[in-house]
């Protein structure tokens, strides 16, 4: 495999597979439908003519929205058009007699194999679920003859060359779904034999986003893993992540990232101005659901000697959709040896306060995409505000994350927030940068300076300093 296709990441890929998909189906539901729409009009069949017509307005705008970005709108349309189509034909069209046999339900077995491969980035429920009722569909048509024969059934002339066309178009399209799987297989093979070269190489490094409070002393850090590789350069943790989620490695990525953060938490406590800061680390569902997983943390900070009262884990809602009992036993244990729990983008996922109040945490994190548009849209600032008062009768603390203005800071201090992080500090240093960054910081005298440093600092001049 040449390099070109390792460097797009798997979710790039998945992307244009998809938007490719689209666009050949959009093509083939035009291809489809005008023929024999114009077919069935010449002969005055309205009813089958005005299905074909639906097959091309919905493959236009399948087509437009492969063309625009709008990927989702574009799977469901075509995955619910196709299926709808399909069966509805199948059922009361193309119900097999004596001389016919039944072809069009064909096309369902290349809709579950090629909505399996486009619905790759949705919840479980959609890509198992959605081919597996596309197969059931199948099942049931290709076994039996149900059906209903409407008065208005397609002329006995037609029915033959129908069959053959339908097999024939069946057959081109499972090919081509199974061809794209290959490629998919291929792709994700060289990524992960290249993500577990990374980890042996110890290609990952952790960057380190400061955590500041309302009177601008510097509590602590962020922990953001990275992709040090050697061709792609710095590459970003959504890029590899997810795949290292879906491929079972990120238990190993995990532990690399725990280590290095209690490594650096040895290193700083040796240090009078580093000793107090904290480092908050980012665990994946899949690492927490892993029966050792208290086991594999206790063991990092008895090898490394790091200070667990130092150490804080950011979880993620998602993560509590899965067996809660046992997640909170697991947070329990881990508060137990003093190390504290953030709630990672809190209000993006599915907030139940019923399960907030039997969390065992110490921290919610306001998400970016609510600080993003805190001082321009209403629902925004009053999520903010909820999400402080909650925390504030909870008694937690708050934190907001991706704070970029001076104004989005006051504002957010305003409704009692007392600790930030985000670009109004700094962007996630390298290790070197942020020690840096810490000494300079110290060095100034006036809260809320932005000091600009570091290899991944973006422009802009500190201010006030
Ligand atoms: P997150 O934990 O919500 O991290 C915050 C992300 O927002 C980081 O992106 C950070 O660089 C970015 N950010 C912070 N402040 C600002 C700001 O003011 N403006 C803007 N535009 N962005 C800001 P990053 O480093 O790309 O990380 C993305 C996500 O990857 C993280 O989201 C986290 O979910 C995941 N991640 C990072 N490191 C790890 C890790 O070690 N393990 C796991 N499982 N996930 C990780
Ligand atoms: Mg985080
Ligand atoms: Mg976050």
């Given at each position: 495999?040449?390099?070109?296709?390792?460097?797009?990441?798997?979710?790039?890929?998945?992307?244009?597979?998809?938007?490719?998909?689209?666009?050949?189906?959009?093509?083939?539901?035009?291809?489809?439908?005008?023929?024999?729409?114009?077919?069935?009009?010449?002969?005055?069949?309205?009813?089958?003519?005005?299905?074909?017509?639906?097959?091309?307005?919905?493959?236009?705008?399948?087509?437009?929205?492969?063309?625009?970005?709008?990927?989702?709108?574009?799977?469901?349309?075509?995955?619910?058009?196709?299926?709808?189509?399909?069966?509805?034909?199948?059922?009361?069209?193309?119900?097999?007699?004596?001389?016919?046999?039944?072809?069009?339900?064909?096309?369902?077995?290349?809709?579950?194999?090629?909505?399996?491969?486009?619905?790759?980035?949705?919840?479980?429920?959609?890509?198992?679920?959605?081919?597996?009722?596309?197969?059931?569909?199948?099942?049931?048509?290709?076994?039996?003859?149900?059906?209903?024969?409407?008065?208005?059934?397609?002329?006995?002339?037609?029915?033959?060359?129908?069959?053959?066309?339908?097999?024939?178009?069946?057959?081109?399209?499972?090919?081509?779904?199974?061809?794209?799987?290959?490629?998919?297989?291929?792709?994700?093979?060289?990524?992960?034999?290249?993500?577990?070269?990374?980890?042996?190489?110890?290609?990952?490094?952790?960057?380190?986003?400061?955590?500041v409070?309302?009177?601008?002393?510097?509590?602590?850090?962020?922990?953001?893993?990275?992709?040090?590789?050697?061709?792609?350069?710095?590459?970003?943790?959504?890029?590899?992540?997810?795949?290292?989620?879906?491929?079972?490695?990120?238990?190993?990525?995990?532990?690399?990232?725990?280590?290095?953060?209690?490594?650096?938490?040895?290193?700083?406590?040796?240090?009078?101005?580093?000793?107090?800061?904290?480092?908050?680390?980012?665990?994946?569902?899949?690492?927490?659901?892993?029966?050792?997983?208290?086991?594999?943390?206790?063991?990092?900070?008895?090898?490394?000697?790091?200070?667990?009262?130092?150490?804080?884990?950011?979880?993620?809602?998602?993560?509590?959709?899965?067996?809660?009992?046992?997640?909170?036993?697991?947070?329990?244990?881990?508060?137990?040896?003093?190390?504290?729990?953030?709630?990672?983008?809190?209000?993006?996922?599915?907030?139940?306060?019923?399960?907030?109040?039997?969390?065992?945490?110490?921290?919610?994190?306001i998400?970016k995409s609510f600080v993003d548009d805190v001082l321009t849209d209403?629902?925004d600032a009053?999520?903010a505000?909820?999400?402080?008062?909650?925390?504030?009768?909870?008694?937690?603390?708050?934190?907001a994350e991706g704070v970029e203005t001076e104004a989005q800071r006051a504002f957010l201090e305003s409704?009692?927030c007392?600790?930030y992080q985000g670009y109004l500090y700094s962007k996630?240093?390298?290790?070197?940068?942020?020690?840096?960054?810490?000494?300079?910081?110290?060095?100034?005298?006036?809260p809320h300076v932005r000091?600009v440093?570091?290899?991944?600092?973006g422009g802009g001049k500190p201010r006030g300093?």
């Amino acid at each position: 495999m040449s390099f070109s296709m390792l460097h797009h990441d798997l979710l790039a890929v998945r992307t244009h597979r998809v938007r490719l998909m689209l666009q050949g189906a959009g093509w083939l539901l035009i291809g489809v439908g005008v023929p024999w729409a114009l077919n069935f009009s010449i002969q005055g069949l309205w009813v089958l003519a005005s299905i074909d017509v639906v097959l091309v307005v919905a493959g236009t705008i399948v087509l437009w929205s492969a063309r625009n970005d709008h990927l989702r709108l574009g799977w469901i349309l075509l995955i619910s058009c196709a299926y709808l189509a399909t069966s509805s034909l199948a059922f009361f069209l193309d119900v097999p007699d004596g001389k016919h046999p039944r072809s069009v339900h064909l096309f369902l077995l290349s809709l579950a194999f090629a909505s399996y491969l486009m619905l790759q980035l949705e919840r479980r429920i959609l890509y198992l679920g959605v081919p597996i009722l596309c197969m059931a569909t199948f099942l049931v048509f290709a076994s039996s003859s149900i059906g209903y024969q409407l008065p208005f059934a397609i002329p006995e002339a037609h029915r033959a060359a129908n069959a053959w066309f339908n097999n024939l178009s069946a057959m081109v399209c499972l090919f081509i779904v199974m061809v794209l799987m290959h490629a998919d297989i291929r792709v994700r093979t060289a990524l992960e034999a290249d993500l577990h070269a990374g980890l042996e190489q110890r290609q990952l490094v952790l960057h380190y986003q400061p955590q500041v409070d309302v009177d601008g002393r510097i509590l602590g850090a962020e922990a953001l893993v990275r992709w040090n590789h050697p061709l792609r350069g710095l590459v970003p943790p959504n890029e590899f992540i997810p795949l290292a989620e879906q491929c079972g490695m990120i238990t190993a990525v995990g532990r690399v990232v725990l280590e290095a953060a209690c490594l650096q938490l040895v290193e700083w406590s040796k240090n009078p101005d580093r000793a107090h800061l904290t480092i908050a680390v980012n665990v994946s569902a899949i690492q927490i659901l892993e029966g050792t997983f208290v086991k594999e943390v206790t063991s990092v900070l008895d090898r490394t000697k790091a200070d667990p009262t130092r150490l804080k884990i950011e979880l993620t809602e998602t993560m509590f959709a899965n067996d809660l009992d046992d997640i909170i036993a697991k947070m329990a244990a881990l508060r137990a040896r003093g190390i504290a729990i953030s709630l990672d983008d809190f209000g993006t996922g599915y907030s139940s306060l019923n399960y907030i109040k039997r969390l065992p945490l110490d921290q919610l994190k306001i998400d970016k995409s609510f600080v993003d548009d805190v001082l321009t849209d209403p629902s925004d600032a009053a999520i903010a505000r909820t999400v402080v008062s909650l925390s504030q009768n909870l008694g937690l603390h708050v934190i907001a994350e991706g704070v970029e203005t001076e104004a989005q800071r006051a504002f957010l201090e305003s409704i009692g927030c007392k600790a930030y992080q985000g670009y109004l500090y700094s962007k996630p240093l390298a290790a070197a940068d942020f020690e840096q960054f810490v000494q300079n910081w110290a060095r100034t005298r006036h809260p809320h300076v932005r000091i600009v440093s570091g290899l991944e600092s973006g422009g802009g001049k500190p201010r006030g300093a």
